[in-house]
């Protein structure tokens, strides 16, 4: 009776799908996993500080949370809009279409096609990302474009060998080898195809969940307000030193949503054509684990989840030791690795620290 009680007073959660990503390090294959553990929570007011897919973040807002998601990078910013912010604005077909076509009377730049020859995309794709990612720029409405930027985006990276732009090696995709692996169809279908089922995708995935939630694009830091819980899903950073680039991963999506000043944003000695690269803690042991210190202490009044990996730097006693000096007790929640994961390292596992 009272078991019967109880599931009756917890509101369900919202059950709309987070839509598919290719996105490194998103959590959105483990949300089942953290949401049985933030369910034993009491909170109302959350931020996912480094937001990424805001896979996370959206669980948060099925759970009813009022939430805020911050990322240092627009791109991840604008799905945030899309998918968090936004409560309830969504995508006709005819805007889908209208995302592609030309404007009548509008003169394209073609920096995409001119600048990117040969490096991640054809020719043909080169000039159909000019023409939607102007487009995009011009559209005044912040959750229609950000629905949009979103399959812009996953259409990109379905596109892309390792689904990243990290190294110029169009060629890979186009070399007429025989291939073990399922991403050539992938990388062969038309960019249209891909929008438009991206942007479905998207469309299913607004819900309002009668909060006021906000999508931020800063330093986790420096995010603005005092939250019941904070979230951390920092860069991950391994053993052998080597560390997620996100900058160096996803530069090419930010310079989609900085069209006009993405010329000058560029470092023209890099073989890929990256954005100048800006100072980033989680490139190297001797930053990251200050940089892990600082986020537990910035957020220390805070109920802390934090997910890192077992194999990774800061280890997993190191974190549970600054989360114990910034006055917390800690619990550390372990998911088994999977037998088939294609993971380089079989042992490693995924953590979750939960601080109250
Ligand atoms: C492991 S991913 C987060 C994945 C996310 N939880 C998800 O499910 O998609 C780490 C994220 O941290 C972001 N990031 C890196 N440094 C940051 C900083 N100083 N402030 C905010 N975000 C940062 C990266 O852009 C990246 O999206």
Known sequence: MMRQLELTLVPRPHPALFPSTRYQGSKRKLLPW??????????????????????????????????????RLFANAEIARALIENPGERLCEEDIEKAMQPRPGVLYSRFIEETFAGIYFTDEENRWLDVVAQNLSRL???YRRALLRFALFQSCLAKRPYNLFHRKNLDLRLREVKRGFGNKAAWDRPFPDH??????????????????NRALC??????PGRFDLVYLDPPYLRRDGSGADYPGFYHFLEGICDYSRWSERLDRASPHLRLKPEPDPWLN????????????????ESILVVSFRSDGIPAEEEIAAMLRDAGKKVKVLR??????????????????????
């Open 34 to 71: 953290i949401a049985s553990h933030l369910r034993e929570l009491r909170f109302d007011t959350a931020l996912d500080a480094m937001s990424g897919t805001a896979a996370v973040a959206y669980l948060l807002k099925q759970m009813g949370k009022q939430v805020v998601a911050n990322d």
């Open 218 to 223: 800063g330093d986790a830091l420096e995010a």
């Open 195 to 212: 929008f438009r089922g991206f942007a479905r995708e998207a469309n299913a995935a607004v819900f309002d969940n009668s909060r006021e």
């Open 140 to 142: 005044r409405h912040p």
């Open 335 to 356: 998911q088994a690795p999977r037998p088939y994961a294609l993971s380089r390292n079989r042992d490693s596992c995924e953590l979750l620290f939960v601080a109250k």
């Open 285 to 300: 042991a001797s930053q990251a684990r200050p940089a892990f210190r600082r986020l537990i202490e910035r957020f220390a």
